[in-house]
Nanobody
Framework: EVQLVESGGGLVQPGESLRLSCAASGFTFSSYPMRWVRQAPGKGLEWVSGINSAGSSTTNAGSVEGRFTISRDNAKNTLYLQMDSLKPEDTAVYYC????????RGQGTQVTVSS
């Protein structure tokens, strides 16, 4: 059974940083690209960032380019999202998911950016 468990969310002020983690199990993590998506209150899912299976290639949505960094540790079956210079519009539930565009995702972790 595929399991993806996000952690690291919280309440921060604008300009601060957070690091999200996603622990994966139930599949061969190192064989799959992974992505982060988010859902802001009252809005649909937004693709945020993706990484290939080896961790050698990443891509970001324009809204987070230069502020968010996706990475992975295949030895630990863990995906990360380093979020810097956070803005109120980054407030959302963040999910990790398997694959570039579809595939199972976790239950999410809440990120709130507010002064």
């Amino acid at each position: 059974e595929v399991q993806l468990v996000e952690s690291g969310g919280g309440l921060v002020q604008p300009g601060e940083s957070l690091r999200l983690s996603c622990a994966a199990s139930g599949f061969t993590f190192s064989s799959y690209p992974m992505r982060w998506v988010r859902q802001a209150p009252g809005k649909g899912l937004e693709w945020v960032s993706g990484i290939n299976s080896a961790g050698s290639s990443t891509t970001n949505a324009g809204s987070v380019e230069g502020r968010f960094t996706i990475s992975r540790d295949n030895a630990k079956n863990t995906l990360y999202l380093q979020m810097d210079s956070l803005k109120p519009e980054d407030t959302a539930v963040y999910y990790c998911a398997r694959g570039w565009a579809d595939g199972p995702r976790g239950q999410g972790t809440q990120v709130t950016v507010s002064s």
